[in-house]
């Protein structure tokens, strides 16, 4: 088993910065990705940025250049830096692990939320 515990969101003005904390704990494979997701009311969950366990970075063209997402050297703790955020940006933010072995096993933390006023 694995547990996520995000902490960092709440509320911001739009063109401000908020960094997320995800800290994993449990049985980490060796080979593992982090995401970050996000789901505002009415829409679907977007995956907004992942990381895996060898650096490998992606994000949704949405936050590029503006968002980025990073590990901690233990690997446990993913970090997701916002900046220029945008009243879009606001939704419930996620934090997912991937361990990756014969299959694929995902476990989520419970979100935090971010609010961007205008």
């Known amino acids: 088993q694995v547990q996520l515990v995000e902490s960092g969101g709440g509320l911001v003005q739009a063109g401000g910065s908020l960094t997320l904390s995800c800290a994993a704990s449990g049985s980490i494979f060796r080979i593992n990705v982090m995401r970050w997701y996000r789901q505002a009311p009415g829409k679907q969950r977007e995956l907004v940025a992942s990381i895996s366990s060898g650096g490998i970075t992606t994000y949704v063209d949405s936050v590029k250049g503006r968002f980025t997402i990073s590990r901690d050297n233990a690997k446990t703790t993913v970090y997701l830096q916002m900046n220029s955020l945008k009243p879009e940006d606001t939704a419930v933010y996620l934090c997912?692990?991937?361990?990756?072995?014969?299959?694929?096993?995902?476990?989520w933390g419970q979100g935090t939320q971010v609010t961007v006023s205008s």
């Open positions: 997912a692990l991937d361990n990756l072995s014969n299959g694929v096993y995902t476990y």
